[in-house]
């Protein structure tokens, strides 16, 4: 959502239900995209973070079109794309080199161009960010039920226990329950 997507710009300045104040800024967006290179959110400094016309203006990947899109050769995120794939070495956060590997890995064209070598500045918190885009999360819930089904299949197979593994077992559910 860093980007103004150029299909729902159109699509809500077409529409009739905007409000006035996005109405007001239509001007200075107009402006503004004759201007910029990349309608980048950042350029905006007249524009408050929680303003809701950004929303309107904004893709995420998902509302994205893709090549469906009447616009995808006129795309700003696209053009980025583009003189990125071209450059030689690209200076990326964490959480971009995370989100491109997420995409890449869900079966979404990457973000960043292929590399062989990347350099980490600042990685102290590399490993939290790593987790948090690859991490799996368990609910309590889910642990109980990953007990009990172990459970069956140990009476159901009459499988041998050990003493450790059923008090871990126990353990689990009665810890889970609290």
Not at 27 to 37: A, G, I, N, S, V
Not at 49 to 61: A, E, I, R
């Amino acid at each position: 959502k860093n980007y103004l997507c150029l299909n729902r710009y159109n699509q809500s300045v077409d529409s009739s239900s905007l409000n006035r104040d996005v109405c007001v800024r239509k001007d200075e967006l107009e402006k503004w995209l004759t201007e910029t290179t990349f309608a980048d959110r950042s350029e905006l400094f007249w524009l408050n973070d929680d303003d809701p016309g950004w929303d309107l203006f904004s893709s995420t990947s998902e509302q994205c079109l893709g090549t469906e899109c009447s616009y995808w050769n006129k795309c700003y995120l696209n053009r980025l794309r583009r003189i990125a794939h071209k450059t030689k070495l690209i200076i990326v956060n964490h959480h971009l080199f995370f989100a491109d590997l997420v995409l890449k890995k869900e079966g979404f064209n990457s973000i960043l161009p292929r590399r062989k070598v990347v350099v980490f500045d600042e990685a102290q918190s590399i490993e939290d960010i790593a987790t948090r885009y690859f991490g799996k999360r368990l609910g309590t819930q889910q642990l109980v039920n990953f007990a009990n089904e172990v459970d069956k299949e140990v009476m159901k197979n009459e499988l041998l226990v050990s003493d450790s593994l059923s008090q871990a077992l126990s353990d689990l559910k009665s810890e889970a329950k609290i």
